[in-house]
């Protein structure tokens, strides 16, 4: 039986992670692609119109449900893979389990 508990711990951790380093990069990244999707969309310079507000605030989401969703899928691998090594480890060789019986 495979254990899903490694991979949610896995995902978990990655997504604090996210928010602790990667959360204000990818709001801001995330601004600038918006900033640069509105210029070219209503063309420069940028007035604040409610189009370009929301093409703005489009990137930055994008930019942060990209970011985290990249931190938690790689989380959860770590967590599986964690969890794979550990329950190796764990078990004895057949011939060990005889000889304690």
């Not at 992670?17 to 070219?40: E, Q, R, T």
């Not at 929301?54 to 893979?81: E, R």
């Amino acid at each position: 039986m495979h254990s899903k508990v490694p991979s949610l711990i896995g995902a978990g951790i990655g997504l604090a992670l996210f928010l602790a380093v990667a959360l204000l990069p990818s709001l801001l990244y995330g601004g600038y692609a918006g900033l640069l999707l509105a210029s070219g969309i209503v063309g420069t310079p940028v007035e604040p119109t409610l189009v370009a507000r929301g093409l703005i605030v489009f990137g930055m989401v994008l930019g942060v449900t990209a970011v985290g969703s990249l931190f938690a899928v790689l989380g959860a691998a770590a967590g599986a893979a964690v969890g794979a090594i550990t329950a190796v480890a764990s078990r004895r060789p057949a011939t060990e389990e005889q000889a304690s019986r």
